[in-house]
C-alpha cells in the first residue's frame, strides 16, 4: 500500500515538474523516470526499508526454552529410591503486551526508512530537472552565440568592403575578427561546461557518462504562474520524517514499560528414582515430576526509569529538529517564489532592451548605405545584443529551476 501511495505522489510530481515543457517533448519526463528506476541511493533506502520491515519477524518471538540434565554422582537416598538423574525445562514468558510493543517499535522505525524514500525520490526529481534545464540554458547560448558569430562575420563583410572604398580602416576589420574570436572561445568553452553537466545528469541516472541527452527545442516564459499551496509544505516528507521519528519514540517508550513489567515462568523437573531392592510398597522407585512457576521482577529498576527520561528528552529534540527545519524550507519557499517573480521582471526588461537594440542595429545599417557606418558602434551594440540574450536565457533557466525548487517543496 505504501508504494502505490509513493507511485501516486511520484505521478503528481512528476505532472508538476514538467508542466512548463511544450507538447512536442516528454524527454525530462522520461530522464526522471529512468532515474526513479536505476538510481543506487533510492535502491539502498528501498533495501534499508525493507530490512527494517523485515525486523519485525524477529522480534515477534519469546526468550529461549531452557533445557538443563543433571546426574547425581553420589545418588541421594530417599524415602521412595536413589535419585538417579533430573531433567528440567524452563520457560520465561514477557508480560502480557510486550511483543506486540516490540513489533509496533520496529514498524515505527520502518516507517521512518520510508520517509527517506520519498524524500530521496524528491530530491532526485528535482536535482535531474536542474541539471537538464542547465543543459537547456547551455545550448541556448551556444546557439545565440552562433547567431552572432554569423552576423559578425557579416559585419566583417561589410567593413572590407568599407575599407576597399576607403571608408573603414584595417583596425576596423581586426576588431571584427578579434571578437569572433572571443566568441568561438566561449562557445567552445560552454560545449565543454555541457559535456560535464550532461556527465552529471547521467550519473543522476546511474548510466552511462557519455550518453547523449536530448534537450528540448524551445523553453518560453509562462504567461501565467501556476499556484503555489504554501499550506502544503506542513505535508513535506522532510517533516513527515519527524512525525514519524516521534511516533517511533512514543513506541520506544510503551516498549520501555513493558519490559520493565515482570516475566513469568513456568517449568517442569523430572527426577529418576531407582526402586530399593530391600523394600516392597507402592510408591518404590516412584519417579518425581514437579511443575514449577517463577516470576522475574525488575526490583532495581533505574535502567527503565533513565531510558524514560532519555526518550523524554530526545521528543523534546525531534520536536526542536523539525521545527528548525520548517523554518529553513519557509526561508527556502518564500526565495524561490520571490526568485521566480525576479525572474519575470527581468524577462520583460531584457525584452524591452533586445528590441531597442535591434532597431539601434538597423539604424547602423542604414548608416552604411550613406556611408557613414562606425564599426565601434557596431561592435557595442553587438556586445549589448549578446549580454541581453544570455541575461535573458538565464532568465527562463532560472524561472523553472525556482519552479522546480516550488515544486520539491509543495507537492
Excluded at 568592403?161 to 562557445?187: F, P, Y
Excluded at 513527515?240 to 520501555?256: A, H, M
Excluded at 531597442?356 to 545584443?385: H, M, R, W
Aim: proline share 2%; charged share 25%; aromatic share 8%.
Amino acid at each position: 500500500m505504501k508504494y502505490i501511495k509513493s507511485n501516486i505522489k511520484i505521478v503528481f510530481a512528476l505532472c508538476s515538474l514538467c508542466f512548463v515543457l511544450t507538447a512536442q517533448s516528454q524527454e525530462l519526463e522520461t530522464l526522471i523516470d529512468v532515474a526513479l528506476n536505476n538510481n543506487p541511493e533510492i535502491q539502498k533506502f528501498e533495501l534499508q526499508y525493507k530490512r527494517a520491515s523485515e525486523k519485525v519477524n524477529e522480534v515477534n518471538t519469546i526468550p529461549n526454552t531452557e533445557f538443563g540434565v543433571g546426574y547425581f554422582v553420589s545418588e541421594p537416598e530417599t524415602r521412595t529410591g536413589a535419585q538417579r538423574f533430573k531433567v528440567s525445562a524452563k520457560q520465561m514468558l514477557p508480560w502480557f503486551g510486550t511483543i506486540t510493543s516490540r513489533e509496533n517499535y520496529v514498524s515505527s522505525l520502518a516507517d521512518v526508512k520510508y520517509e527517506d524514500i520519498v524524500i530521496t525520490k524528491r530530491r532526485l526529481m528535482a536535482s535531474v530537472s536542474q541539471s537538464y534545464y542547465n543543459l537547456y540554458a547551455n545550448k541556448e547560448k551556444r546557439k545565440v552565440i552562433t547567431e552572432n558569430i554569423k552576423l559578425l562575420e557579416t559585419y566583417e563583410t561589410l567593413a572590407l568592403t568599407s575599407v576597399q572604398v576607403g571608408k573603414a580602416s584595417a583596425v576596423d576589420v581586426l576588431r571584427l575578427q578579434m571578437r569572433q574570436n572571443e566568441m568561438q572561445q566561449i562557445k567552445d568553452v560552454l560545449s565543454q561546461q555541457f559535456l560535464a553537466e550532461q556527465t552529471n545528469l547521467n550519473n543522476l541516472l546511474n548510466r552511462e557518462n557519455d550518453i547523449s541527452v536530448t534537450i528540448v527545442d524551445e523553453l518560453n516564459m509562462p504567461t501565467v504562474d501556476f499556484e503555489v499551496d504554501v499550506e502544503n509544505l506542513a505535508l513535506h516528507p522532510e517533516l513527515l520524517k519527524y512525525d514519524k521519528l516521534f511516533q517511533s519514540i512514543e513506541q520506544s517508550e510503551l516498549l520501555n514499560q513493558k519490559e520493565s513489567s515482570p516475566m513469568i515462568g513456568f517449568g517442569l523437573d523430572y527426577i529418576n528414582v531407582s526402586e530399593r531392592p530391600d523394600m516392597n510398597f507402592s510408591d518404590n522407585g516412584k519417579d518425581i515430576v514437579m511443575p514449577m512457576v517463577s516470576v522475574s521482577i525488575p526490583i532495581f529498576n533505574k535502567k527503565y526509569k533513565s531510558q524514560t527520561k532519555q526518550n523524554e528528552l530526545e521528543q523534546q529534540e525531534i520536536t526542536a529538529k523539525k521545527q528548525e527545519r520548517l523554518n529553513t524550507l519557509e526561508t527556502l519557499l518564500s526565495k524561490a517564489i520571490n526568485e521566480r517573480i525576479s525572474t519575470r521582471i527581468s524577462y520583460a526588461t531584457q525584452t524591452k532592451n533586445l528590441k531597442q537594440a535591434k532597431d539601434a542595429e538597423d539604424i547602423l545599417i542604414k548608416s552604411y548605405e550613406t556611408g557613414t557606418i562606425d564599426f565601434n558602434d557596431v561592435l557595442d551594440i553587438q556586445e549589448l545584443q549578446l549580454k541581453f540574450q544570455i541575461s535573458q536565457i538565464e532568465s527562463v533557466k532560472s524561472y523553472y529551476v525556482q519552479s522546480t525548487i516550488i515544486n520539491y517543496l509543495t507537492n
